[in-house]
């Protein structure tokens, strides 16, 4: 009824914003349109609308009335970040970043703003070093937001920091403990640390708290194939693909289930979906084109080998090693950089109970008793780890060392290795150039299964016998290659030498044979891999 009394704007605003907090939306949205009606250019009216809008998922309501809040008065954060949040909803990222941006250039430390910006960026796979800062600036303006919190641990976890990272997902968790997306992205992080056991039991309470989300289901069915449950594992993966045929992470991970039964055509078949719903997914396409190679089919396997190199040019996935194995092309010289990096970066926090407990690891202690004959108990020499990893031959080689050095191509491998406090300097760096840019520096170079990824000899022992002093030693072991004039490229992406092979290329560099022992460095399945254990000397 009206009685003629002019409208309070304020009080019929205060009147609103009380209605909405106490969950009256149908009363808030009331009085803020009587307010609009009254003055059509209150910006907190509109404010509130956007919040309604926003709220019932009409996100183009939500931002026109947003943006007529934040034209009101451009200063105030409170409705650009609302308005963030809209565009955010509408996919229009570019605009809610610009947004972010406004605020932080008046309020750097603004906690909500950066943290919105970093999960952003962080989403969209833009400069992950702008969003990692980003969100540590929102934890540090607020130690209990628990958005940032989650947000920091999952670009912590994508830049291989995933033990940082899972203390910031507890954190996260200890704000909001029944919150989905943080036990996943914490279950996440638990796989990539090997604890499948503690992922399994956060990424069901994940399913749980959303039965049907497709891709929790995928990673619960991931957590399982890690502990080799198998059958459990396949239950949700095709649960994943029900709720969802066109997330490709459900047909992935049943391919490598389907796979890990020793089901090959259904594993095939899964992928094949996997790239129906994601065509240029290169992890997709090596999936399929390993299960075809395992098939016997060289020809479909070569095509998406290809496909692959097409995608991902630095060769990430070993895409160039696959298709060699088909036939189609002669094996490279070396495996790719990026592949192995990735691989060890990928497998950094684990690589050490992997190798040692289920592959019985022994590189290090065979080259240790090999050395021991060849330097007669020398010390004090100046040492390099040449492809160290996590610093697992570092025990064997720092009583040698006065100096101990270390270069690796993974990242993530060299942060393990400076946590033994062994090495005198580490550094991330390919191995023939870091050997070529250290002439005459060293008495002794260590690779320990380092030579697994080269197949032509020639570029490592030219880069260590310029690395070495006359009279210098290079220890390493390889894979042996049985029936073979020089070298060949295995099963596993790692190649295999002749011994007089190796030979030939050493002495073709200035090395003398000081030791070479037929022994099996590590095994697969179980059985001994045949390997060598070589010290040249620098003549």
């Given at each position: ?21 106490d969950?009256n ?6 009085l ?33 009335h947003l943006?007529?809040?934040?034209a ?7 409705p650009?970040?609302?308005l963030?949040?809209?565009l ?6 570019n605009?809610a970043?610009?947004h ?5 250039s ?12 970093a999960?952003l ?8 070093d ?6 540590r600036?929102?934890?540090?303006a607020d ?5 940032a ?13 995933s033990?940082e ?8 968790l200890?704000?909001?403990?029944d ?19 503690r992922?399994v039991a956060?990424?069901?309470g994940a ?6 989300h ?18 459990d594992?396949r ?11 066109r997330?490709?992470s ?7 289930i ?5 089901m090959p ?15 240029d997914?290169?992890?997709a396409h ?9 098939l016997g089919?060289k ?11 097409e995608?991902d040019?630095e060769?990430?996935?070993g895409a160039?090693l696959?298709?060699?194995q ?9 495996a790719?950089?990026a592949y ?18 289920k ?16 330097l007669?108990r020398k010390q ?7 492809g160290?990893?996590?610093?697992l031959?570092?025990?064997?080689l720092?009583p040698?060392a ?5 270069v690796?191509l993974s990242g ?6 400076r ?5 005198d300097?580490l550094?991330?760096g ?17 690779a ?5 990824y ?9 880069a ?7 009279g ?12 073979c004039?020089?070298?060949a490229?295995?099963a ?6 002749a011994?007089?092979?190796?030979e ?6 200035g ?7 037929r ?6 399945a179980?059985?001994d891999?045949?390997?060598?254990v070589?010290v040249?000397r620098?003549i």
């Amino acid at each position: 009824m009206n009685t003629g009394k002019p409208l309070n704007i304020g009080e019929a605003f205060g009147r609103a914003m009380q209605a909405w907090e106490d969950g009256n939306v149908a009363e808030a949205r009331r009085l803020a349109r009587t307010i609009i009606e009254a003055r059509p250019d209150f910006g907190g009216a509109h404010y509130l609308l956007g919040l309604v809008a926003l709220g019932q998922g009409q996100a183009k309501r939500a931002v026109d009335h947003l943006t007529q809040a934040v034209a009101s008065d451009p200063n105030q954060p409170v409705p650009r970040l609302a308005l963030g949040r809209a565009l955010e909803a509408q996919d229009n990222f570019n605009s809610a970043i610009l947004h972010y941006r406004a605020i932080l250039s008046r309020e750097p430390n603004h906690a909500e703003a950066n943290s919105r910006l970093a999960d952003l960026l962080g989403r969209l796979g833009r400069n992950r070093d702008e969003a990692l800062d980003h969100a540590r600036r929102a934890v540090a303006a607020d130690p209990r937001h628990a958005e940032a919190l989650c947000t920091l641990g999952t670009l912590l976890h994508q830049a291989g920091e995933s033990v940082e990272a899972a203390g910031m997902l507890e954190r996260a968790l200890e704000l909001r403990p029944d919150w989905a997306v943080a036990l996943n992205n914490y279950g996440l992080i638990l796989r990539s640390l090997g604890q499948n056991e503690r992922a399994v039991a956060v990424l069901s309470g994940a399913v749980d708290l959303r039965r049907d989300h497709a891709g929790t289901r995928a990673n619960l069915a991931a957590a399982l194939r890690g502990l080799g449950r198998l059958d459990d594992a396949r239950v949700h993966a095709e649960r994943a693909t029900k709720l969802n045929s066109r997330d490709p992470s459900g047909w992935l991970e049943l391919g490598l289930i389907r796979r890990g039964l020793d089901m090959p055509e259904a594993a095939a078949a899964a992928f094949e979906r996997a790239l129906t719903a994601a065509p240029d997914s290169v992890h997709a396409h090596y999936c399929l084109a390993e299960t075809r190679l395992a098939l016997g089919q060289k020809e479909r396997a070569a095509k998406h080998f290809r496909r692959c190199l097409e995608l991902d040019p630095e060769d990430r996935h070993g895409a160039a090693l696959g298709l060699a194995q088909t036939g189609a092309v002669d094996a490279p010289s070396r495996a790719p950089d990026a592949y192995v990096r990735q691989l060890f970066d990928d497998y950094a926090d684990k690589f050490d109970s992997a190798l040692v407990d289920k592959l019985a690891y022994r590189a290090p202690a065979l080259l240790a008793q090999a050395l021991d004959a060849v330097l007669e108990r020398k010390q004090g020499l100046d040492v390099l780890d040449a492809g160290c990893g996590t610093g697992l031959a570092g025990p064997v080689l720092r009583p040698l060392a006065a100096r101990l050095d270390g270069v690796d191509l993974s990242g993530a491998m060299i942060d393990r290795a400076r946590s033994r406090r062994l090495y005198d300097h580490l550094e991330v760096g390919e191995l023939v150039a870091s050997l070529e840019a250290r002439p005459a520096t060293y008495d002794l170079v260590v690779a320990a299964d380092v030579l697994v990824y080269f197949g032509d000899l020639n570029g490592i022992m030219a880069a260590a016998a310029q690395a070495l002093k006359p009279g210098g030693v290079f220890a390493f072991t390889v894979e042996r290659a049985e029936d073979c004039a020089s070298y060949a490229l295995g099963a596993k992406n790692r190649y295999a030498h002749a011994p007089d092979y190796v030979e030939a290329v050493a002495a073709g560099h200035g090395f003398a044979v000081a030791a070479s022992e037929r022994a099996s460095t590590r095994q697969e399945a179980g059985e001994d891999v045949p390997g060598l254990v070589v010290v040249l000397r620098k003549i």
